[in-house]
T-cell receptor, first 115, second 116 residues
Framework: ETGVTQSPTHLIKTRGQQVTLRCSSQSGHNTVSWYQQALGQGPQFIFQYYREEENGRGNFPPRFSGLQFPNYSSELNVNALELDDSALYLC??????????????FGNGTRLTVT | DQQVKQNSPSLSVQEGRISILNCDYTNSMFDYFLWYKKYPAEGPTFLISISSIKDKNEDGRFTVFLNKSAKHLSLHIVPSQPGDSAVYFCAASALAGGTSYGKLTFGQGTILTVHP
């Protein structure tokens, strides 16, 4: 069973630039969620994708957008990067519609630094 | 507005003793609670969960207790082992209203250190 994989592991960008982060979900999982974890904080929900459509969004501006592909992999895009976007970005997959014993499975994250 | 709070940033325990990690929440719509463990340079790993219809769930050395009237849950680890040293996150979700399973609200985390 393949777990959740994210790429790249680390990334340095300049303020104002755009970035794309990628995620492959665990095999058999059809739902992908993205979280932002700032230093010293817990992960914060950005959005979730199910069947290639956004299905729930947290308190993040529209410059945070995403995609889910037919193979359930996903991308997180952030435009007009700001210094406060520096964080660990976590992708998690799950089986949508499953009973409560199907928790999120997280990847190891992408560490984004904006200078 | 921090809907899930872990008020202890850190906890230090001797090997073999009990570790108790606490979590408080404010949103009465939350009906499903989870604990995740995170090692450095790794993503959070699911530990144990509890539905609001229960007040206790046990899995080996890990037990989660839920007190709905107090909006409080705790994770007990007995006996604690040095390998348990990690950051522990409490998370909550509101499933009954049809909210997506993916939307978890996390606490800030508690760093647990278990000394040999």
């Amino acid at each position: 069973e393949t777990g959740v994989t994210q790429s790249p592991t680390h990334l340095i960008k300049t303020r104002g630039q755009q970035v794309t982060l990628r995620c492959s979900s665990q095999s058999g999982h059809n739902t992908v969620s993205w979280y932002q974890q700032a230093l010293g904080q817990g992960p914060q929900f950005i959005f979730q994708y199910y069947r290639e459509e956004e299905n729930g969004r947290g308190n993040f501006p529209p410059r945070f957008s995403g995609l889910q592909f037919p193979n359930y992999s996903s991308e997180l895009n952030v435009n007009a990067l700001e210094l406060d976007d520096s964080a660990l970005y976590l992708c998690a997959s799950s089986l949508g519609g499953a009973p409560l014993n199907s928790p999120l499975h997280f990847g190891n994250g992408t560490r984004l630094t904006v200078t | 507005d921090q809907q899930v709070k872990q008020n202890s940033p850190s906890l230090s325990v001797q090997e073999g003793r009990i570790s108790i990690l606490n979590c408080d929440y404010t949103n009465s719509m939350f009906d499903y609670f989870l604990w995740y463990k995170k090692y450095p340079a790794e993503g959070p790993t699911f530990l144990i969960s509890i539905s609001s219809i229960k007040d206790k769930n046990e899995d080996g050395r890990f037990t989660v207790f839920l007190n709905k009237s107090a909006k409080h849950l705790s994770l007990h680890i007995v006996p604690s082992q040095p390998g348990d040293s990690a950051v522990y996150f409490c998370a909550a979700s509101a499933l009954a209203g049809g909210t997506s399973y993916g939307k978890l609200t996390f606490g800030q985390g508690t760093i647990l250190t278990v000394h040999p």
